[in-house]
């Protein structure tokens, strides 16, 4: 069998690869690292860590859980975090003078690979006491995330999974940022299919049983425009309006979706 008709074997109709069950069993490991991690960084979230400390601590933490971070070297990343503060969105790069303080929303955004499959997660995480504004465009995209996850259930569109958290936050009055969206994620970090947080009900590919997939709602206080900062890699708000960020590895089944990047089950 060519390698073409082994991953056409592995894949349902779409083409987008269908996990077997000894292959998530692995992607829960990845996914369970990821979360371990992100539980020790956000812990670390404090006023007078540098955002390269964190990045220092994701790495080690990484390496003693014999996984690998899946985002330095990722094209051309130089990092294991992607530390995003206030009005980054995300990709923020890890640098030594940018020192947290008390009021800031920082956005923490990792990955592993373990035994060869990949666990991507994210969370924003309030730097002491934070402002009303800043706590409630955390707690939408919270939610806009958990009724993403509730949306990817066998049998429906990847547009159901947009529409729930785009109407949901819109109706909350802030914005989906539309520039950058989810991904299938498996054997590499980034595979097929886009998952974005817009959509229309009922449309575009049909979710079956085994797929895997990051659903990353990346919401604005203020109007959905971003742009790239000089270092090429960080997103920020075009009108300088917090942003925040939260994302799930999960897989698509015959019932409930369930979400890999968590601690325990
Ligand atoms: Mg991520
Ligand atoms: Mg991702």
């Known amino acids: 069998m060519s390698e073409w008709e082994r991953a ?12 077997a069950p000894h292959e998530l069993e692995l992607m829960r490991d990845a996914g369970r690292i990821v ?10 979230c404090a006023p007078g860590i540098s955002t390269l400390e964190l990045d220092r601590l994701a790495h080690d933490e990484t390496l003693k859980r014999k996984a ?27 640098k030594k003078e940018r020192v947290l303080k008390e009021g800031d929303l920082m956005k923490l955004d990792f990955g592993v690979s373990f035994k ?7 969370r924003t995480v309030p730097v002491g006491k934070v402002s009303a504004d800043a706590m409630r465009v955390l707690q939408v995209t919270r939610e806009s995330l958990r009724r993403g996850i509730a949306a990817a259930r066998a049998g429906a569109r990847i547009g159901d999974i947009g529409h ?13 940022v539309t520039d950058l969206t989810g991904h299938g994620i498996g054997k590499k970090l980034h595979e097929e299919p ?4 817009t959509g229309r009900p009922n449309t575009g590919l049909l979710l079956e049983p085994g797929m895997t997939l990051a659903i990353e709602p990346m919401v604005n206080a203020g109007s959905a425009k971003v742009m790239e900062l000089d ?13 925040a960020h939260f994302e799930h590895t999960i897989a698509v089944t015959d019932g409930e979706p369930e979400i890999l990047t968590v601690a325990s089950r």
């Open 231 to 243: 270092d090429e890699w960080t997103i920020v708000t075009m009108d300088h309006a917090l942003s």
């Open 194 to 197: 886009r998952v974005p947080n």
């Open 116 to 122: 060869g499959w990949f666990g991507d997660s994210a």
């Open 164 to 176: 729930a958290v785009q109407s949901y936050v819109e109706g909350q009055g802030c914005s989906v």
């Open 68 to 94: 690998k971070p899946a985002f330095k070297g990722y094209l051309g990343f130089p990092c294991s975090l992607c530390a995003s503060v206030n009005d980054e969105v995300v990709h923020g790069i890890p």
């Open 35 to 44: 979360c371990e991690v992100l539980d020790v960084l956000e812990e670390a």
């Open 8 to 19: 056409r074997a592995k894949s349902g109709a779409s083409g987008v690869g269908l996990r």
